[in-house]
């Protein structure tokens, strides 16, 4: 749609507004949000995985001329990528896309499908022919890897994949999470779903690079409990009451650790993984249907998802679910206090105690993607001057994260904290706002120099 004239025309509104319809066979029912971006065609376009139901159940890519709607291609994924024996229902769910050399197109494109591949499109030819997905052949295109449980069963990827850039060694990561929220079944699923990390820098690579689980590090949530905090406050009458408040929170592992501390580099830094997985299972084994359906988000410099753990009753709106955050380049918990004022968790390891910060606080009500809104009125250090100051401080700053609530029965876990203790407040309309202490990268990161000849 145009939408360049805020006013609306008086007549036929919808026909001087409307610039093109595009429809197709193998478009499904979309649950993601369509991108738009510059292609190395030198022109813009919409990029949408296809949906769900489509009419012969695949996956495809579409890449749509956002100025004239005209179909500049359709990339097939295949029916069933793998052996895939009955082939299912599938589908391509929201694709991002990445420049990879910084000229403002887009090269690769990333998205997963019912069926746990992870797709990754090369689009990097000025010739629209030539775009397909990197691996495998034209013909018999291959994923990036596969998700499938430790019993080899498929994980769908129904949310955004999340691309990063590891500063220390300028390798691309793709991060995503499994699980799906669609269909009557899915609510009362125990199937175990997994978060997952992966480094990218494979070209010209005729089979799947990433096999398995094998090829990757394991991290696991290694304590789940609930702590419990006390405040006291003064109420009208001058007399001092205590609000007692709960919270469960879970410590991921790290490398390292005895029970899942692979370690994904060696000494030297050379990756021995090609990346990590966490189940979302909690540390008595027992699945809970716990998974990830908002995508995973990088802020700051450290990794957060929520998962989602519906109600098994279909007539309650209700669940629960975890706002985690771990080091997107391990998958382990970052070893300083990110979540702001949860206690250490105790930990016996061998013959000694340790004790690690938190990794992730439960939210009562399925929490939706957070949104992080940096706090610039309290930050505690190291953040000196907002957003122009440059990035280079080793500091912390606070940010907010707004976890609005899926659920109308949940009522925030907790949430009564209060900002004054910097623990966590509960803002208005069931939305739950924990407060982080992140690496200050909130300045300008990197420049550019644009000159006109
Ligand atoms: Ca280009
Ligand atoms: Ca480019």
Redesign the pocket.
């Known amino acids: 749609m145009d939408v360049s004239d805020p006013t609306v025309p008086t007549t036929n509104a919808a026909s001087r507004r409307v610039m093109w319809e595009f429809s197709d066979a193998d478009f499904g029912k979309f649950t993601g949000k369509p991108v738009v971006a510059r292609m190395?065609n030198d022109e813009w376009a919409v990029l949408v995985g296809n949906g769900y139901n489509s009419n012969e159940y695949k996956g495809f890519l579409f890449v749509v001329n956002a100025i004239t709607g005209a179909l500049i291609r359709k990339i097939d994924t295949g029916a069933c990528p793998e052996t895939d024996d009955p082939c299912v229902s599938n589908g391509l769910g929201e694709v991002t896309p990445w420049?990879?050399?910084n000229?403002?197109?887009?090269?690769y494109i990333y998205g997963g499908d019912l069926r746990g591949n992870l797709w990754r499109f090369d689009v990097s030819s000025s010739t629209t022919a030539d775009w397909k997905v990197s691996f495998g052949t034209p013909t018999s295109p291959l994923p990036l890897f596969r998700a499938r449980d430790a019993s080899g069963t498929p994980q769908p990827i129904t949310s955004k994949v999340e691309l990063l850039l590891d500063p220390s060694t300028s390798t691309r990561w793709v991060s995503f999470g499994t699980g799906k929220f669609l269909g009557n079944d899915d609510r009362t699923s125990n199937a175990v779903q997994t978060w997952y990390g992966l480094y990218d820098s494979y070209s010209n690579v005729a089979t799947t690079p990433v096999s398995g689980r094998s090829d990757l590090a394991q991290r696991v949530v290694l304590v789940e409990t609930r702590q419990t905090s006390e405040s006291e406050t003064e109420n009208a009458n001058g007399e001092t009451e205590t609000t007692t408040t709960s919270f469960d929170v879970r410590v991921i592992s790290a490398p390292g650790d005895t029970v899942g501390g692979a370690e994904v580099t060696d000494a030297d830094g050379n990756y021995t993984r090609k990346g990590w997985y966490l189940d979302l299972v909690p540390p008595s084994g027992t699945a809970a249907g716990e998974r990830i359906i908002f995508g995973v988000q990088t802020f700051g410099g450290a990794l957060f998802a929520t998962s989602a753990i519906p109600a098994d009753d279909p007539c309650s709106p209700g669940g629960s679910g975890w706002f985690m955050a771990i080091n997107p380049y391990t998958g382990g918990r970052f070893d300083s206090e990110l979540i702001a004022g949860r206690d250490q968790v105790t930990v016996t390891v061998g013959e000694s105690t340790v004790n690690y910060y938190v990794s992730a606080l439960r939210i009562d009500g399925m929490p939706s993607s957070p949104i992080f809104v940096r706090d610039g009125s309290s930050g505690s250090g190291g953040s000196s001057g907002g957003n122009q100051s440059g990035g280079s401080g080793v500091g912390t700053s606070d940010a907010l994260i707004n976890t609005s609530d899926l659920g109308a029965g949940g009522s925030g876990t907790g949430g009564t904290g209060g900002q004054e203790t910097g623990v966590e407040r509960k803002c208005s309309g069931g939305i739950v706002c924990p407060r982080l202490y992140l690496p200050d990268r909130f300045g300008r990161i990197s420049w550019r120099e644009l000159i006109a000849d």
């Open positions: 190395n420049d990879e050399d000229d403002g197109d887009v090269d």
